[in-house]
Every structure is written in C-alpha cells, then in structure tokens.
C-alpha cells in the first residue's frame, strides 16, 4: 500500500482546509485513517473510517473535521473546519490492518504540515 498526502498548508484560525491522501494496493477491512503530530508531542489518531464507511473521531476534533474516502478516485479526505492553533502538526495518513486482533496501522503515508495561525 501506498500513501500519498497533499493539501496542508497554513490557515487563519477558524478557518478550513482540506487535506488528502491517494491510495494504491489493498486497503483492509480495518480502513484507513488521519494522524497527527503537533511539536513536541507524541503523535494522535485524529479519524479513521473503515471499510463500511463507519467513522471515528477524537473528541478534540469531533463536530469540526469530517473524513470521506472516494471509493472511485482511491482518496482519501480530511476536511478541516473551525481549525484552532492546536491543530497546527503534521497531518499523516494511514492505512491500516488487522494484528493480533485488532485494528493496527501497517502503512504510513510521507505527512503533512498543517499549521494554523492566530
């Protein structure tokens, strides 16, 4: 599997953006999904959606980012609204598989920057 972002970049606080992500090879029933890394932290699942389109948000971001997958053009998509400085790292796509019974990531994509100014 290979993954490719594009579309970061900066952005006023409060406003959007959409990142993407084009997919190549087999994508698992456990789906694909958005991870960030803000500087100094360690890195966070910000959405995933699998196979049967179901979603997951975390909860700094739930209300405010969707993710979508384009099941014709193999992409993936984040759109970002009311976006705050504390959504500024980089924004990284993932794909993942089954390990050990549980969803794991197996594939990462190159990343990113999203950074939100004040």
């Known amino acids: 599997v290979q993954l490719t972002e594009s579309g970061g970049g900066s952005v006023q606080a409060g406003g959007s953006l959409t990142v993407s992500c084009t997919t190549s090879g087999f994508i698992s029933k456990c789906g694909v999904g958005w991870y960030r890394q803000a500087p100094g932290k360690e890195r966070e699942m910000v959405s995933i959606i699998n196979s049967d389109g179901i979603t997951t948000y975390s909860d700094s971001v739930k209300g405010r980012f969707t993710i979508s997958f384009d099941n014709a053009k193999s992409t993936l998509y984040l759109q970002m609204n009311s976006v705050s400085t504390d959504d500024t790292g980089v924004y990284s796509c993932?794909?993942?598989?089954?390990?050990?019974?549980?969803?794991?990531?197996?594939?990462w994509g190159q990343g990113t920057q999203v950074t939100v100014s004040s």
């Open positions: 993932a794909a993942r598989r089954k390990g050990d019974g549980v969803c794991v990531v197996a594939h």
